[in-house]
């Protein structure tokens, strides 16, 4: 059985700081990871993902996120942060396997409040 | 515009009621996925479907059904037997590189 644990659930931080948001993942498969974002009252957004290859990722609004094998984590970073990035952000893995289902695995969310 | 729509945005209904949810896409996806999100719960999958007439229950399928007759369009009914049916419910369709899920944006379902 898969899992996600996001390791902190609120992360404030100062605008134009950086920020790292933790994310691990638990699998006895090979898995895609997905980084998703949520702004109040609407749905989930694609910020990036990882498929196979550099384990380094870039999406959008300058978020990027580091694939660590060994320590089976997917950690979404942003070397300076705006206010428009308040928000509740989903970690999140699906099974890559024959059998794919294509489910999502999500974990508990972490919530980005940046403050002026 | 490719996407998802979702409606209603904001749905109320009283106690002992069904109620159905629309979701629609039109990204030519094969499958649709519906999740229920608490606060501080994340995303838990209520039901899927990976082809048309065809869907499997997920981790929380109990007091929900939904149907499949078109590519395009899978709704969730919720019944009265769903105890606690307030939440916000996201409807995704899957395709494209890594098989993405994409998301409509949400129907907030309360119970008066």
């Known amino acids: 059985a898969q899992s996600v644990t996001q390791l902190d659930s609120q992360v404030p931080v100062f605008e134009e700081a950086p920020v790292e948001l933790r994310c691990n993942y638990s699998?006895?498969?090979?898995?895609?990871l997905f980084w998703y974002v949520q702004y109040p009252n609407q749905g989930l957004q694609l910020l990036l993902k990882?498929?196979?290859?550099?384990?380094l990722v870039k999406g959008i609004n300058g978020f990027e996120a580091e694939f660590n094998k060994s320590q089976t984590s997917f950690h979404l970073r942003k070397p300076s942060v705006h206010i428009s990035d308040t928000a509740e952000y989903f970690c999140?893995?699906?099974?890559?396997?024959?059998?794919?289902?294509?489910?999502?695995?999500f974990g508990q969310g972490t919530t980005l409040q940046v403050k002026p | 515009d490719g996407g998802i729509t979702q409606s209603p945005k904001y749905l109320f209904r009283k106690e002992g009621q069904n109620v159905t949810l629309s979701c629609e896409q039109n990204?030519?996806?094969?499958?649709m996925y519906w999740y229920r999100q608490d606060p501080g719960q994340g995303l838990r999958l209520i039901y899927y479907?990976?082809?048309?007439?065809?869907?499997q229950k997920g981790d929380i399928a109990e007091g929900y059904s939904v149907s499949r007759e078109k590519k395009e369009s899978f709704p969730l009914t919720v019944t009265s037997a769903q105890k606690n049916p307030t939440a916000f419910y996201l409807c995704?369709?899957?395709?494209?590189?890594?098989?993405?899920?994409?998301f409509g944006p949400g129907t907030r379902l309360t119970v008066l």
């Open positions: 995704a369709s899957r395709g494209g590189v890594a098989d993405t899920q994409y």
């Open positions: 699998s006895s498969v090979s898995v895609y």
């Open positions: 990882y498929l196979s290859g550099s384990t």
């Open positions: 999140a893995v699906s099974d890559r396997g024959s059998s794919n289902t294509g489910k999502l695995i």
């Open positions: 990204l030519n996806h094969d499958a």
């Open positions: 479907s990976q082809i048309v007439n065809d869907f």
